[in-house]
């Protein structure tokens, strides 16, 4: 069965820092650019960062840029997703998504994936 499982969510202070892991199976994560993309409470889905196939290019949304860290372990099949400096706008629910392309994909778009997890709760507040 095809799964991708986030983890790693909370409840977390302005300022501070939280790190989401995705752990995939049932597929081939090495041959999968992946993404991170989020939908904060009555807003639509915002993509927040992606990473080729190997891991060597990686791009962020503005909103997030010099803040959060894409990076990923293809041998344990794993998406991490460090968040520093956080605020309360970064409050939402994080989604893995993967497609089977080499390059960085930036689409919120559930259709736009080959796969898509159920997502982890992130909560900035005081």
């Known amino acids: 069965e095809v799964q991708l499982v986030e983890s790693g969510g909370g409840l977390v202070q302005p300022g501070g820092s939280l790190r989401l892991s995705c752990a995939a199976s049932?597929?081939?994560?090495?041959?999968?650019?992946m993404s991170w993309v989020r939908q904060a409470p009555g807003k639509g889905l915002e993509w927040v960062s992606g990473?080729?196939?190997?891991?060597?290019?990686?791009d962020y949304a503005d909103s997030v840029k010099g803040r959060f860290t894409i990076s990923r372990d293809n041998a344990k099949n794993t998406l991490y997703l460090q968040m520093n400096s956080l605020k309360p706008e970064d409050t939402a629910v994080y989604y893995c998504?993967?497609?089977?392309?080499?390059?960085?994909?930036?689409?919120?778009?559930?259709?736009?994936?080959?796969?898509w997890g159920q997502g982890t709760q992130v909560t900035v507040s005081s």
């Open positions: 990473i080729s196939l190997g891991g060597s290019s990686t």
């Open positions: 049932g597929f081939g994560f090495r041959y999968h650019a």
């Open positions: 998504a993967s497609k089977a392309i080499i390059g960085v994909i930036r689409s919120p778009r559930k259709e736009d994936y080959n796969y």
